[in-house]
C-alpha cells in the first residue's frame, strides 16, 4: 500500500456585529468588513464548523508532511475538496 499525507480543513465560523453608517448596501459592506477587521470589538466564536474537506495531499510524504503539502501536491478530486464540500457526490 502506498502512504499519502492528507491535509483535512474545516473553516470555523466567528462573527463580530459592527454598525456603520452609509450611503448604500454596497458601501455598508466596504465600511463594515473595514470595520471588523480593525482592533475595535471582539469576535465571538459561534461554535458552529463547516464541512470537512481535502486541502492537501501528497505521496510517500517525508518526515516533514507539512513541508511535503507545501512543495508538491497531487490534485485532489473536485468531489472531495473545497468546491465540493468534501464529499463523494458519485
Known sequence: MTRYAV???????DMKIV???????????????????SAEGEWENLETYGNVFVDGIVKDPSTDPLADLCDSQLDIPVRYSED???????
Open 7 to 13: 491535509q483535512c480543513m474545516v473553516t470555523t465560523y
Open 19 to 37: 454598525m456603520v453608517e452609509a450611503s448604500s448596501i454596497e458601501n455598508a459592506c466596504v465600511k463594515g468588513l473595514a470595520k471588523a477587521q
Open 84 to 90: 465540493g464540500i468534501g464529499r463523494d457526490w458519485s
